[in-house]
């Protein structure tokens, strides 16, 4: 009851007081406001002052969707098995024996089917209508997701055959153009990351220290110029973006765009490349 009251109590809290003390919470020091220089501390500033409602349209997993149409053409696009606003619409006998089920307001809630006929239902049901009840915004006040609409979609469920994974590449973006390629490996098991340069090397001025080094990277992949490309092209509109593709062969499908990626608490080290991993963003288009 304590812990439930405290809760309460903490996500009554205005923004400008929420995000600085959930920003010490995880790193042990407030974030520059005034004159932020760090990645961390920008992405900070952006959820207070960077109108990031504007991007709601293009964080909603649902909505992005005519976005990317738009701009590159729907062969990039998972292909899309349905929408619902209810649970109880979804028509799970019509469905294959494989799918993903996401909930659109937010990042995380995803259900991956591999097998139709082991799914409980009402196990489901509660796990999917929990998420869609969440207010995500609330959660790391990240403004963008506040006008979202806690839809359901239901998408093809995509594999590297030879893998049995979903390999996934974030293409960090200022202004149109790319910049660094985080590559993860293992995310559900023992989750390991690496920021890349455009040429596939590792940066040797920062790392994601939440998270493991891959001692061996994964190979260049050959779609990586046209990756690049798209990339371009879905973050144009943008002052800063990171695009998330997956690359199965040679075929490319979008996973969304990232407006304030991690929500800024992922832990980049040393000082200095926070710092220049910062450069990325220009506060100052967001108050032009």
């Known amino acids: 009851m304590r812990e439930k009251l405290r809760q309460q109590i903490y996500d009554s809290l ?11 919470k995880i790193n042990k020091r407030f974030p520059n406001l005034r004159n932020p220089q760090r990645w961390s501390d920008k992405l900070q500033w952006l959820k207070l002052y960077g109108n990031l409602e504007q991007f709601a349209l293009y964080a909603d997993k649902y909505t992005a969707r005519a976005y990317v ?26 469905l294959p024996k494989q799918f993903v089920l996401k909930v659109t307001h937010g990042c995380g809630y995803n259900y991956i089917c591999k097998d139709k006929s082991t799914i409980d239902l009402p196990k489901l049901k509660v796990r999917i209508t929990g998420w869609q009840k969440e207010d995500f915004y609330k959660q790391e006040r990240e ?4 006008p979202c609409v806690p839809r359901i ?11 049995k994974d979903l390999p996934d590449y974030k293409i960090y973006c200022a202004k149109g153009q790319p910049k660094v390629i985080q590559v993860d490996n293992d995310r559900f098991v023992d989750h390991r990351s690496e920021l890349l340069d455009l040429s596939w090397k590792r940066l040797d001025y920062v790392r994601v220290s939440n998270f493991g080094e891959i001692k061996n ?6 779609t990586l ?3 690049l490309q798209i990339a371009r092209e879905l973050s144009a509109d943008f002052p800063y973006v990171r695009v998330d593709l997956y690359s199965i062969g040679d075929k490319i499908y979008f996973g969304e765009l990232t407006f304030t990626p991690g929500s800024g608490a992922v832990n980049i080290r040393p000082v200095s490349g926070d710092v220049e991993f910062g450069k990325l963003i220009d506060l100052a288009a967001y108050t032009a």
């Open 69 to 94: 149409e738009e701009k590159i053409g729907a062969q990039y696009l998972v292909p899309l098995l349905g929408v619902w606003d209810n649970f109880d619409d979804i028509p799970f006998d019509d």
């Open 153 to 163: 979609i239901c998408e093809v469920y995509l594999e590297d055959s030879a893998t």
């Open 14 to 24: 205005p923004d400008w007081l929420y995000v600085p003390l959930l920003f010490f």
């Open 143 to 146: 403004l963008q997701y506040k």
């Open 225 to 227: 110029p046209t990756m």
């Open 217 to 222: 990277l994964p190979k260049k992949p050959k």
